[in-house]
Every structure is written in C-alpha cells, then in structure tokens.
C-alpha cells in the first residue's frame, strides 16, 4: 500500500474541522424532500452474475474495491466496483450474498459461499470472462444467469416498508446518493409484494419504466453501467465512488488499488461526474438556477416520473438534441482547456465529467478556482452523415448537496487517518 502523505495536526485541529460548517457551494442542487412518491421499477439495463463456491469470497476480495465480509446476510448487499490493474474502472456493481446461487438462491441456509453480482446488461459477459481470467485454481464456478432468471428491481419512496422485508430475501438499501432506496432480486416474473392491507399497491406505489428510475438516478448525479463510467478510462474516485462508498480504504490488496490508495492520500480531484441541464445556446435564455427535468417529445412524461431527490419538472417538451457521448465540453468565450467532457442524458438532463474548479464555485486548493458566476459553458457538434447539421447547447453543472457533505466528512476522516499514522 502507497504510504500516507506526513501531516502534523493536533486532536484539537481535527475536532475543530468536525464541528465548523462548511462553506456554501452557489452551485448546487437543494436536499432530497422527506417525502416521495412510493414506485418501483424493473431495471432492464443491468443482469445478473451467480458466483459460488469454497473460495468464493475470499476470490472477490481480491478483485472488487468493497470489503467482502465474512456471514453476510442476503439482504447486505454493498455497492462496489471491478478495477484493472492501471486503477481505472472496468465494471460498477452490486454483489449480494445468495449462498447457493441459481435457481436456489433464496437466502437460504447454504454450505456453500455464494454471490450474485450485479453488472451492466451489456458488460455482462464480459465480466464473468474477467472472474474466469483470475481463478486459477480458486474452488469458484462462474454462470451468467439467464435473462429472466432473476431481475433486479429499484423501488423508491418507501424506505421504512423496505426495511420491514425478511432479512434472507436478496438485495441492499442504495446507499449511493441520499433517497435512491432499495433493490431487490427476485426470481423472474415475480414482482414486490404487495401487504395483505393494500389490495390496491400502494404500499409498494406504482410500477413505472426502468426511464423512471434513470431519470431519478441523473438527478441525484449517480453514473450507473459503462455507458456512464468509461470502461478502462473512468478512475474510481472521479466517478464519485468514494462518496457513494463503493471503496473501502482499509481493506487489503485487491487489483487496481495502488493508485487508488495513491490518489486518496496525495492527490486531488481535479474532476468528477456531475448531473447537468442542457439549455438553448441560440437564444437569450439565462442559465438555469435549479436543475429542472423537461422530457424530449416523445419521452417519459413528467406525470410518469416518480420525484426524485434534488429535482423538479417542467410540463413543457424539451426541443433539445443530446450530444454524442464523449463531447468535450468548452467556455461559451473559449479559453484555456476543455472544460470537461458530456457522457449521456435524457430529456433536457444528463452526466458529464466536469472539472470541478472550472465548472462550479469548488475550491480545491488555494487560488486554483476560476470559475465566475457569469461563465457560460457549451457543447458543439456535427450530426452524423454526410452534410450533417451543425448542433450546440449550454450546459450547467450542479454540484449535488451530498457531495459537500461526503467531501467534508471524508477529508476530516483523512486527516485523522495520516495524524495516527505519524504519531
């Protein structure tokens, strides 16, 4: 492991740090409602990954950024992610333990280790290649579950009923942003249960579409899948997964963790995925104060979306065109470098890689922030085909209010960690 950066701090220092506030970001969304909306949804966009086997967990922790406990149950599943040996992201996922998986993986009593593994739909395969590569002799079986075998469901807005569930049915609270609720693994065709007092279904809300939960999950400023978080380009810390404790920084060595470790105790980020709205760049249109959901033509309606944390709705159709995956994006008044970098979106709202000091009014080191209320930041290209049109938007970038606070209290917890290990 990277040794920890020397610091001289004293416990009244640190004391200090924990008890004065932090200083207000301009930039920001505001807090998640106490109350939402109960809905659930069907995520389509994500399968599922049996793992069993003698060796199974200790396998996993030599792979993954979570620290895989020992006698977990099947409803403490953890947020976590699958790095290279460079350190960048190759797979963000749920793992869940399942003892036996498959066709018997209801939590039951089981002799044999198991997990299952929540993965982008599409990485799939490609991830359990990833595990076959790394087991060697490991005493692990490996079997990508068929496509309505088990689904993985989001449900929101009703986290003291999801907290009643029996502690042996599969899944976790998502612990990602604040107000992201639960998921559940259910077998295929089964749907969450309704209580024997709500022959109606609202105890559990409404099923929405797997764009429901996608736009409630922009939002709050959560990148899901590697449409979002690069494969083999995106670093864990830039891709929020510290704050959305997807790392444990105590555990042993797994793949990837070097530079990890290097960047937590000796760098800074310069740069990380922050929820943005688009709005016309050719017309006089101020920059938008909140972030604000209006769906394209066509899209989920507002009366479809289930409200999400930090967020609002407009009933107006939303003209705008996305831009491709991957457009840089610039000062209104070019200037200086790319000011970061658009990953996807819905509606008028989306995920892009942002420098933070550029962007937003964050200040990471001393003088480093250039950032002016009046800045303007844009998008431009080309349609594909020949004689395609040229297209351009604005963009703004929202810091989420969860940020802050994680950012806060992860750096007291830093500063604590390298006093101990100096004195």
Known sequence: MWPPRPFSLCTRCISALRTTPSRRLLTTTTAAPSTQP?????????RLIALSGHDASHFLQGLTTANIRASLLPSQGFYGAFLNAAGRVLHDVFIYPAGSPGPDAKGGDSKEAGFLIEVDAREVERLAAH?????????????????????VWGLWGHEPLA????????GCEDTRAPGMGW?????????????????DGARWGQERSVGSYEVRRMLSGVAEGQGEILRETALPLESNMDYMGGIDFRKGCYVGQELTIRTRHTGVVRKRI???QLYPADSDQPSPETLTYTPTTGSTAPSQIAAGPSSSFSGAASPLALPPPGTNIWRVDPKGRS????LGGVGNIGLALCRLETMTDTVLTDGGNSWLPQHEFKASWEEEGEGGKAREVKIKAFVPSWHRNTRRNLGVDLLAENTRGTS
């Open 163 to 170: 907290r009643e569930r029996p502690r042996n049915q599969i």
């Open 339 to 342: 000011a970061g970098k658009w």
């Open 131 to 151: 595990l076959r590569r790394f087991k060697l002799r490991a005493k692990v079986t490996v079997r990508v579950l068929e496509e309505g075998e088990y689904g």
């Open 183 to 199: 998921r559940l693994v259910l077998p295929g065709g089964t749907k969450p249960e309704e209580g024997e007092d709500d022959k």
């Open 38 to 46: 109960a809905a659930h949804a069907l995520l389509t966009t994500r």
């Open 274 to 276: 922050l929820p943005v």
